[in-house]
Each structure stands twice: as C-alpha cells, then as structure tokens.
C-alpha cells in the first residue's frame, strides 16, 4: 500500500475512486475508511475532502462508474438483437456474469454496499440504462407473442436479473464449481431456459 505523500494527483477524484476498487475488492463495502483509500492513492488523509464529503459518497462515485460500464458491456453484448433475439437475450445474461468476474469491486459497489439509487439521481440514471438494455431484450424477444398476451417485458427482465444475481452470488465467487457441478454460464443459461419455456415465450 502506498504511504501517504503531499496532494500531486492530475485527477484524484479518480485516484481515489481506483483505490476503493481496490478496496473494496480486498474487503468489502465496509471494510475501510475514506483515510485508508487516501492512503491507498498516495495523498494525505484531507485531500479526499476536496471531491467526497466521505467513503459513502466515494462508493457512490464507484457505483456510478461501474453502472456506466455495465451498460456498456450489456449493450454490445445485446448487439441490437442480433443474430436472433433468443441468443441476444442469452448474452445479455452472460455479460452480465462476465462483468461480476472481471469486474468485482464494482460489482460490489453496485449491487452489495448499500447504496441507494433513490438518493441519487445520476446513479439511478445509469442503472435504468443498464436495466433497460435487459428490458429491451426481453421485449424483442416476445415481439411474436400477442400484446395481450405476453407477459410484461419488465417482469421477465427483472427476473432474469434476480436470477443473474443469484447465480454470482451462490455459485460464480470464491472457487468457480465449489457449489455446484456446473458453471455459472450453463446454471443460469439452463434457469434462464427453463424459465421462457415455462412462460411460452420459447418453445421446447
């Protein structure tokens, strides 16, 4: 870890917002102070101060910053529906497990430090991105069942989201296959197989 060395950063707001990846990664959402992030990107305990009224508003920038990628990925995985909505709609999934893997410390800033989207309305914004991107692909890929009689787009996408989240949480942190006899990627493709075919919006 770096000691502590007079303010010399062209952008610490990002310095330190990279430190708390880092940070939160080794430790989770609660397991270190605005101090030690300051120390982990080699400024003194009172330059955060000038960008972050303290750690939670820090994690807050993090989570922004990772809902900002997270679309991103979810977007070009969607490929605007492309080849077939069925297989856009799956990789949507798997980026969605992609991006917990490669991307840990956003992951938890986003999804498991607590914060609050309500509380924010950039954050919020960035995370209706993303989710609309799961949306999009939901509607897409029931456009050939009747309007009155599919189910509401936003429904099944928030369920497969429920169901993404699972998945990392049970079976894709720690040692991938330590749970379960499957990876991830076919545990969720399966769920998520099972799931369309159960509502008919995919035949057997």
């Known amino acids: 870890m770096n000691k502590s060395k007079p303010y010399h950063h062209g952008n610490l707001r990002q310095a330190l917002v990279d430190a708390t990846l880092e940070l939160i990664t080794e430790r989770g959402p609660q397991g270190f102070t605005l101090a030690e992030a300051a120390r982990q990107a080699g400024v003194s305990a009172a330059a955060p101060y000038r960008h972050f009224k303290g750690r939670d508003e820090l994690i807050r920038e993090t989570a922004r910053q990772g809902y900002l990628l997270f679309g991103d990925l979810l977007e070009h995985a969607y490929n605007g529906g492309k080849p077939t909505p069925l297989s856009a709609f799956s990789k949507v999934g798997r980026a969605y497990l992609a991006f917990a893997k490669r991307y840990p410390g956003y992951y938890i800033a986003m999804f498991e430090s607590g914060v609050s989207l ?12 993303a989710m609309g ?21 936003v429904m099944v996408s928030h369920h497969i989201w429920a169901m993404s989240h699972g998945v990392v949480e049970l079976f894709a942190r720690g040692t991938p296959g330590g749970r379960a006899a499957f990876s991830p990627e076919d545990l969720l493709e399966s769920g998520t197989g099972i799931y369309l075919r159960g509502l008919g919006i995919v035949g057997e």
């Not at 309500?118 to 954050?123: P, T």
Request: glycine share 6%; net charge negative; aromatic share 0%.
């Open 118 to 129: 309500s509380g924010c309305s950039d954050l919020a914004l960035v995370s209706e991105r």
């Open 133 to 153: 991107v799961m949306t999009l692909a939901a509607e897409t890929l029931m456009a050939h069942i009747p309007a009155g009689q599919r189910p509401p787009a």
